[in-house]
């Protein structure tokens, strides 16, 4: 599987979109990319999934850029609730693990 | 939306005593896991089930942990003989494909005295 890495914490306002880029420099062909969000003492909650270009949904955008090293999970408007930890993941559509293994992820703190 | 649910929200517990924590699926789901995070560290992989048996176990589930689906419904995390390094959060997990995303509970808080 491949290894993620993103910042350990980032800091934003009310209102301002939030952009939190993962490397996943050693991504596989079969690899897909996906986003879980996690508030104190809930479980992880799934964000978005993607393997190319632009995904959105009805709350975040999933930007892949054509080598796929990296990924950007993109927040419009944040609000005070959208203070959590996001974690990037990386797994193998196919492969022959399901397990999600989590990094330490990206804490974001939104200010008033 | 559906969800998966877990009781209890927190159990305690003496060292050596037996747990069983629950979980309750969301109901057209196949592949069903267990995660743990003890606190401030992370979300830590334990075991996945799927069509009546483990698919794939982490080191840190070993004998003393054991995995059930008991009815169409339920699904089970049992802890033998628990022990102090056992304290942390437990979180069922379940997906319709090994591919689609996992759902995650709200998980239960173990705390083993």
């Known amino acids: 599987l491949a290894k993620t890495t993103q910042p350990i914490s980032m800091d934003s306002y009310e209102g301002q979109e939030v952009n939190i880029t993962c490397s996943h ?11 879980y969000q996690q508030f104190p003492s809930q479980g992880p909650r799934f964000i978005i999934q993607g393997y ?27 609000s005070l609730s959208d203070t959590a930890v996001y974690y990037c993941l990386v797994g193998a559509y196919g ?10 992820g990206t804490l974001l703190a939104v200010q008033p | 939306e559906p969800e998966v ?7 305690v517990t003496q060292m050596g005593q037996e747990v069983i924590l629950r979980c309750v699926p969301i109901s057209n789901h196949l592949y069903f896991y267990w995660y743990r995070q003890i606190l401030g560290q992370k979300v830590e ?14 080191e840190i589930f070993d004998d003393q942990f054991s995995v059930e689906r008991p009815d169409g419904s339920n699904f089970t995390l049992k802890i033998r003989s628990t022990k102090l390094e056992d304290s942390a959060m437990y979180f069922c997990a379940s997906s319709f494909h090994p591919e689609e995303p996992q759902h ?4 239960t808080r173990l705390s083993i005295l």
């Open chain 1, 25 to 35: 420099n050693n991504i596989a062909t079969n690899d897909y990319i996906t986003w």
């Open chain 1, 52 to 78: 190319k270009t632009k995904v959105t949904n009805e709350v975040a955008s999933l930007f892949i850029p054509a080598d796929r090293k990296s990924s950007t999970l993109s927040l419009p408007r944040v």
């Open chain 1, 95 to 104: 492969g022959a693990t399901n397990k999600l293994i989590f990094g330490t």
């Open chain 2, 5 to 11: 649910t877990q009781t209890p929200s927190h159990q």
């Open chain 2, 45 to 58: 992989f334990l075991v996945s089930f799927y069509n009546n048996e483990i698919s794939e176990k982490s």
């Open chain 2, 104 to 107: 995650f509970g709200d998980g």
